[in-house]
């Protein structure tokens, strides 16, 4: 098996990895065509989510927006096989981040920060930008892959500018050991729980919502101020970030409420542009359960 991954990695990923941008949007175009015409990738779940997301939208808006995703999905696609060979300086030209000020400001208090996100827009970019334009030093919490080959590349690829990847089984004990370094840990937020029992529940796009606690639950623990991250596409091949406030008293909250401010910036950017969000993932495969 390590010989198969070792050939795909160098002989297939690397290769394509080292195209040159036009050339692998190129490439973009023929992966939309066989995606979305000829194999369908997880059409049927994609157009389902749309429509449950959209019940007011018309099947011709649904299918506008599912065949939108889809050419953005698959330059997410090819974009997120070119951070494994872009340098520092190429991704300082696509990335930029509109208000740095937004989570500096924790760090001239030498105070941690909880950088907020969804899978929206290209999150891969992010992560090997985002250590380089801001102050804290960032970590970044990931399940592990269970290929363990690929799950070394992957984090590699992501911290060879900076951040520090960690997996969500560390994050108490990294957070516990580093109260006295200023960090910015980035929470993706929108992933479907894996406890539904656990999860916050609320209405979110139309449909109950079981939500991840994490963000909420090491904000209040540690008193760390929480911002909602937001990318955004620019143009193809360029994004930009910029934070918003959700809390810097998460002690004092009421319960949720971090959780439901995160998740209502988010419900509120794919409502304005939906084809950047993940629709691919089955995010509602759990029903609420009782007296949730």
């Not at 970030?241 to 950017?269: C, M, Q, W």
């Amino acid at each position: 098996m390590i010989v198969l991954n070792v050939l795909l990695y160098y002989l297939v990923i690397i290769p394509i990895s080292l195209l040159p941008f036009p050339i692998l949007y190129g490439l973009s175009d023929f992966l939309y065509i066989l995606f979305y015409y000829v194999i369908g990738y997880r059409k049927k779940i994609v157009f389902q989510n749309i429509s449950n997301s959209f019940p007011e939208k018309s099947e011709k808006e649904r299918i506008e927006i599912c065949k939108k995703f889809y050419r953005h999905f698959c330059d997410l696609v090819v974009e997120s096989l070119k951070t494994f060979t872009i340098s520092e300086k190429e991704v300082l030209k696509r990335v930029v981040c509109k208000n740095p000020e937004g989570v500096n400001k924790y760090f001239e208090q030498g105070r941690s920060v909880i950088i907020a996100g969804g899978h929206y827009n290209n999150w891969e970019i992010f992560a090997v930008a985002v250590d380089a334009l801001i102050k804290h030093k960032t970590v970044g919490i990931y399940t592990p892959l269970s290929n363990k080959y690929f799950d070394e590349k992957m984090r590699s690829t992501r911290s060879k500018y900076g951040l520090f990847m960690i997996s969500t089984k560390k994050v108490k004990r990294y957070l516990d050991n580093n109260k006295n370094v200023p960090t910015a840990t980035i929470f993706g937020f929108d992933q479907s729980p894996s406890n539904p029992k656990s999860a916050y529940w609320m209405t979110f796009l139309n449909q109950d919502t079981g939500m991840q606690f994490g963000a909420e639950k090491f904000a209040k623990e540690y008193n760390i101020p929480v911002v909602y991250g937001r990318i955004n596409k620019e143009k193809r091949g360029h994004y930009s970030f910029e934070f918003y406030d959700v809390t810097d008293t998460p002690k004092e909250t009421a319960n949720g409420f971090i959780t439901e401010s995160i998740n209502r910036h988010l419900e509120k950017d794919i409502r304005a542009l939906p084809q950047y969000w993940l629709w691919t993932h089955r995010r509602w495969k759990h029903k609420r359960p009782e007296g949730k």
